[in-house]
C-alpha cells in the first residue's frame, strides 16, 4: 500500500503526491545537493509533510502518480515549485528537462503546451529573457 493511501484528505494526498515528485526531480542527477535538501524541506514544511512520510517518499523505489490540479493558475504554480528546485543548483540538464516536461503532461498541459511554458520558464529562471519580456514581467 503506498503511503499517500493512508490519508483521506484529497488536498493531503496531492501534496504529498507533489513533494514526491519534487524529491523525484531533485534525485534524478544523482546525489541531493545541501541546495536542494533545503529546499525540499522548506516543501515538506510547506506542503505539511510528516517526517514519516518525507523518510517515505525518499527512498528511491517509490513512485507517485501525479494528482493534476484543476485551476492552470496551481498547474503553474506547481511548475515553478519544480524550475525552484531545479534551478537550486543553477542549471539544468537534459534529464531534467525530460522529467518536467512529463510531469507538466501529467499536469494537464498537452506536449506543445509543455514546450512553451517550459522554455519560457528555463529562460526566466536562467536570466535568459528578452528585454520586453523583462519590461512586462516588471509591470505585471
Do not use: W
Not at 63 to 89: A, C, G, Q, T
Amino acid at each position: 500500500m503506498a503511503i499517500a493511501d493512508l490519508y483521506t484528505s484529497s488536498e493531503h494526498r496531492r501534496n504529498l503526491a507533489h513533494f514526491a515528485a519534487l524529491a523525484t526531480l531533485a534525485s534524478i542527477d544523482g546525489e541531493i545537493s545541501s541546495e536542494e535538501k533545503s529546499m525540499l524541506d522548506r516543501f515538506a514544511s510547506k506542503l505539511d509533510i510528516t517526517e514519516a512520510e518525507y523518510k517515505e517518499v525518499m527512498k528511491r523505489e517509490n513512485k507517485y502518480p501525479i494528482d493534476p490540479p484543476h485551476n492552470s493558475e496551481r498547474r503553474l504554480e506547481r511548475l515553478y515549485d519544480l524550475f525552484r528546485i531545479i534551478f537550486s543548483d543553477h542549471h539544468i540538464d537534459e534529464e531534467e528537462m525530460l522529467l518536467l516536461k512529463k510531469y507538466a503532461i501529467g499536469l494537464g498541459f498537452s506536449g506543445e503546451q509543455a514546450d512553451k511554458v517550459i522554455e519560457k520558464s528555463v529562460a526566466i529562471f536562467s536570466g535568459k529573457i528578452e528585454f520586453d519580456d523583462y519590461i512586462y514581467l516588471l509591470k505585471h
